[in-house]
């Protein structure tokens, strides 16, 4: 009873930690915002990291303060290509873009001060 309590238990738990986050992070979106001058914060998640699952918001209402960054994000897992591309190795990272370059990554924040510290750096 207790082996059958305690799978039970981890498979629900596992399922509360998945998040409702959507891959929408194109080469072509990432390069066109590039071309057209913009700041591109890039988020890098797994549905089952606990640390995604609590940037999602601050992301959420970061993409409703900074009208003019663009927000593009993918499933690392799902997405191997995308984080070859980007250089990104682990779940968690947010990378911060401007003028077709790099100019911030941090991984593992999740605190809405850290996070919109991180935006601001490129802007």
């Known amino acids: ?58 992301l959420v209402k970061a993409e409703k303060d900074f009208k003019n960054i663009v927000f593009l994000s993918y499933e690392q897992t799902k997405h191997k290509d995308i984080a070859k591309y980007l250089e990104i190795s682990y779940w968690s990272t947010i990378v911060v873009f401007k ?11 999740y605190e809405k001060d850290d996070i919109y510290s991180l935006i601001k750096k490129g802007i």
Do not use: Y
């Open 99 to 109: 003028n077709n370059k790099e100019v911030a990554r941090e991984i593992g924040l």
């Open 1 to 58: 009873m207790k082996k059958i309590f305690i799978i039970f238990f981890t498979l629900f738990s596992f399922n509360s930690f998945s998040q409702d986050i959507k891959t929408n992070f194109t080469i072509e979106l990432f390069e066109q915002a590039q071309n057209n001058g913009k700041t591109v914060i890039v988020h890098s998640w797994n549905k089952f990291c606990m640390t995604c699952a609590k940037q999602k918001p601050v």
